[in-house]
């Protein structure tokens, strides 16, 4: 099981290293999403969930659908979040980086020098943040404790942590079973225990700290199933179950195969009939740009081991 777990996470690791190799200015969303996922099948991995690419603001749960015209400019600060399984052992790490110019430096932004600077140090934080978390996890730790270390670590840079997101445990097949691990020292006396498989994930901004729900959604999650009166929602329904089980895919997997709004019809009465859950996309409340930092690690009695390192 462990061996499982070691090659997802040199998986992800890898793909991580060619993700923020691609990344540059005009670089195509769509083109570095279906890079991403590529390659992890191209090692004999499966994406454990699509391939998340949430830009300044936008903080999480952002895919490409299939007609994403969108480029990335220089400036941007890229969080490239994957995820990959091997039979169903995911390993999940996400890293933040600033999209260079042409002539792959950081002069020329539309952005000033401070800002640049920011965006420098909030990504540093999200990683020290990360490190100090790590360092704090073994067996019979509270989850509390984690997230304490996380919010004093980037509270002492002047920053804040994202309070409504979290890390989360991970199951074979599942990637959040249940355990949450906060980013803000919080009343939890949930204790993480040997063998637990933990994905810790601070985000960091200079806004309030806080992601709200955007109407959009381009990555779902199978639910249950439900009687559905649209042949094509019951088709779709069986195809998601067959493929994905409980684990997170992305619309623009299933597109090919409906016409014209075929498809839309489709999984609107998958989410409506709560068959299929919509993952919202996520920013951040004030409109304040986040970096993230996330490493997957396997609890041990007197420490952790880094699947994604
Ligand atoms: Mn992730
Ligand atoms: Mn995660």
Redesign the pocket.
């Given at each position: 099981m462990v061996e499982m777990y070691k090659k997802s996470g040199e998986i992800v690791s890898k793909v991580r290293a060619m993700a923020i190799k691609k990344v540059k200015e005009n670089l195509k969303v769509l083109d570095l999403v279906e890079f991403v996922e590529h390659e992890i099948k191209k090692m004999g991995g499966e994406p454990a969930?699509p391939c998340?690419i949430s830009i300044n603001e936008v903080t999480?749960h952002y895919t490409s659908p299939s007609n994403d015209e969108s480029l990335l400019k220089k400036g941007d600060l890229v969080k490239i979040?994957?995820?990959a399984h091997v039979d169903g052992y995911i390993a999940?790490?996400?890293v933040t980086v600033v999209v260079k110019g042409e002539t792959s430096d950081f002069t020329d932004l539309p952005l000033s020098e401070k800002e640049l600077e920011l965006q420098f140090k909030m990504i540093e934080t999200a990683q020290e943040a990360l490190e100090n978390a790590i360092s704090t996890v073994k067996d019979g730790v509270n989850v509390g404790e984690i997230g304490k270390v996380v919010e004093e670590t980037v509270t002492a840079k002047n920053l804040k942590p994202v309070s409504n997101l979290t890390g989360h445990s991970m199951d074979r097949w599942i990637l959040h079973s249940g355990l949450s691990i906060p980013n803000i020292n919080e009343e939890n006396r949930r204790k993480i225990v040997e063998g637990d498989v933990l994905?810790i994930?601070p985000f960091v901004t200079n806004g309030v700290g806080r992601v709200t729900d955007m109407k959009d959604a381009y990555i779902f999650r199978f639910l249950r199933d439900r009687p559905l009166r649209m042949v094509q929602a019951r088709k779709l329904l069986q195809q998601i179950e067959l493929n994905y089980k409980n684990l997170p895919f992305a619309g623009r997997w299933l597109q090919e195969g409906f016409k014209g709004r075929q498809f839309n019809l489709a999984m609107r009465q998958l989410i409506s009939s709560r068959a299929v859950y919509p993952y919202h996309v996520l920013t951040e409340k004030s409109g304040a740009r986040v970096a993230?930092a996330?490493h997957t690690v396997i609890v041990e009695s007197d420490g952790c081991e880094i699947i994604t390192q």
């Amino acid at each position: 099981m462990v061996e499982m777990y070691k090659k997802s996470g040199e998986i992800v690791s890898k793909v991580r290293a060619m993700a923020i190799k691609k990344v540059k200015e005009n670089l195509k969303v769509l083109d570095l999403v279906e890079f991403v996922e590529h390659e992890i099948k191209k090692m004999g991995g499966e994406p454990a969930f699509p391939c998340n690419i949430s830009i300044n603001e936008v903080t999480a749960h952002y895919t490409s659908p299939s007609n994403d015209e969108s480029l990335l400019k220089k400036g941007d600060l890229v969080k490239i979040d994957l995820g990959a399984h091997v039979d169903g052992y995911i390993a999940d790490s996400a890293v933040t980086v600033v999209v260079k110019g042409e002539t792959s430096d950081f002069t020329d932004l539309p952005l000033s020098e401070k800002e640049l600077e920011l965006q420098f140090k909030m990504i540093e934080t999200a990683q020290e943040a990360l490190e100090n978390a790590i360092s704090t996890v073994k067996d019979g730790v509270n989850v509390g404790e984690i997230g304490k270390v996380v919010e004093e670590t980037v509270t002492a840079k002047n920053l804040k942590p994202v309070s409504n997101l979290t890390g989360h445990s991970m199951d074979r097949w599942i990637l959040h079973s249940g355990l949450s691990i906060p980013n803000i020292n919080e009343e939890n006396r949930r204790k993480i225990v040997e063998g637990d498989v933990l994905a810790i994930e601070p985000f960091v901004t200079n806004g309030v700290g806080r992601v709200t729900d955007m109407k959009d959604a381009y990555i779902f999650r199978f639910l249950r199933d439900r009687p559905l009166r649209m042949v094509q929602a019951r088709k779709l329904l069986q195809q998601i179950e067959l493929n994905y089980k409980n684990l997170p895919f992305a619309g623009r997997w299933l597109q090919e195969g409906f016409k014209g709004r075929q498809f839309n019809l489709a999984m609107r009465q998958l989410i409506s009939s709560r068959a299929v859950y919509p993952y919202h996309v996520l920013t951040e409340k004030s409109g304040a740009r986040v970096a993230q930092a996330e490493h997957t690690v396997i609890v041990e009695s007197d420490g952790c081991e880094i699947i994604t390192q």
